[in-house]
Structures are given as C-alpha cells and as structure tokens.
C-alpha cells in the first residue's frame, strides 16, 4: 500500500528566500506524485504531477518538484518566495492502477508561512 | 466554465439531524470523490464512485452515505451516526479508469455541528 510524509508541519521563510517543502512517499509499484495547493476556506489546486516522464518536474506559479526514486522523495521547491505563496501544500501518491489501489493518498500537508 | 460546484459552503445543523452536502461537475468526469478535511490530517477518503450507479467505501465511510443516479452529480449524506461531522468537505472528479490523470476539486463545504 502507498503511503506519504510529510515532514514539517509549519514551514516559515522570508519573502525572496528558496522554498522547501518535503515529501517521502512508499510504493510498491512506480508511483504518480502529486503536489496540491489549498489556500484557506478553498478545494485543492494542482501545482504539478510526476508520471514516469521527466523526473525533473515544473508546474504553476514557479514551484517545481524532483523525483528521486533511490530517496522515495519528491520534493517541492520554489527558487523565491512570495507572499503569495502562503498557504497549505499536500503531497499525494498514487499507483496509477484502475480501483482503489490507484486512489490518491494523501500527506497530512504543510502549512507555508511567508514573512515580509 | 467547467468545474466542481458545492453548495452549500457554510452549514449549520443540530445534532441528531442527517444533512446532504452537493456536488455537481461538468467536466464530463467518470470518477467522483468525497474527502473529509480536519486541521493537521490531511485529506481521508469518505466515498468514491467510478460509475454510474456504482460507489465503494474508503476509509471513513461510517456515519456517511452516497448515491450516483447521475455522472454530475455525487451528493453525500452525512447522517446523525456520525459522531464527530464537524469539519470540512471536499468534493472531487476525474477523468478515466486508470487513475493516472489529476483529481479536479470543488470549493468546499464546512459543516458546522452546533
């Protein structure tokens, strides 16, 4: 069964300075990875997804997210914070099979906080 | 504009009363899902529905119900079994049977227990 951590809970940086956001999946099978953007009282936004092309992901809003298969990491990072990017990010995994073996799982998210 | 629509957004109800949250999509989406958001656990899967006329459990699915009579819409009936129903839910889509692409989210419901 796949499972995800996120580490960190609260994630503080300043304004300008490079974002980090960590995520280690478990997978039996090759995974499809997934980060989500949830800004408060609002659904998930897609930032970017893996699929077993480029392991060098971009997405949306300047983030962009490495598979590293022998770390089972997928890491999001972002070269230069903006206040605008304050909000709870998730990772999720799935196993890219039909059924609910290939649900999404989610991580328990990461709350970025953006200082001025 | 195609998307996710939940309604209501804000909802209040006493205890011992069975509520139904909606959710209707446009996207033409064959799979729909149900999540439940509480502060520092993530996403838990409440229902999912891969078919018309066809939905399986997911992790939380006591206290809940669904239907499917129609590919847009996948309503959730949050019933007075469920001890603890404050908390947000989320609705979700997406296309095909391989579960490869993205889910596509609605805008939320938080239901209030007073």
């Not at chain 1, 951590?5 to 997934?34: D, M, W």
Request: proline content about 4%; aromatic content about 12%; overall charge neutral.
């Amino acid at each position: 069964a796949q499972s995800v951590t996120q580490l960190g809970s609260h994630v503080s940086v300043s304004e300008g300075a490079l974002v980090l956001l960590r995520c280690n999946y478990s997978s039996s099978v090759p995974p499809y990875l997934f980060w989500y953007v949830q800004y408060p009282n609002q659904g998930l936004q897609l930032l970017l997804k893996y699929t077993s092309a480029a392991t060098l992901v971009k997405g949306i809003n300047g983030f962009e997210a490495e598979f590293k298969k022998s770390e089972t990491s997928f890491h999001l990072t972002k070269p230069s914070a903006h206040m605008s990017d304050a909000a709870e990010y998730f990772c999720a995994v799935s196993d890219g099979y039909g059924g609910s073996q290939g649900n999404l799982i989610f991580g328990k998210g990461t709350k970025l906080s953006v200082k001025p | 504009d195609g998307g996710i629509t939940q309604s209501p957004k804000y909802l209040f109800r006493k205890e011992g009363q069975n509520v139904t949250l909606s959710c209707e999509q446009n996207l033409n989406h064959d799979a729909m899902y149900w999540y439940r958001q509480d502060p520092g656990q993530g996403l838990r899967l409440i229902y999912y529905s891969q078919i018309v006329n066809d939905f399986q459990k997911g992790d939380i699915a006591e206290g809940y119900s669904v239907s499917r009579e129609k590919k847009e819409s996948f309503p959730l009936t949050v019933t007075s079994a469920q001890k603890n129903p404050t908390a947000f839910y989320l609705c979700a889509s997406r296309q095909g049977a391989l579960n490869t692409g993205e889910l596509f989210f609605g805008e939320g419901s938080r239901l209030t227990v007073l």
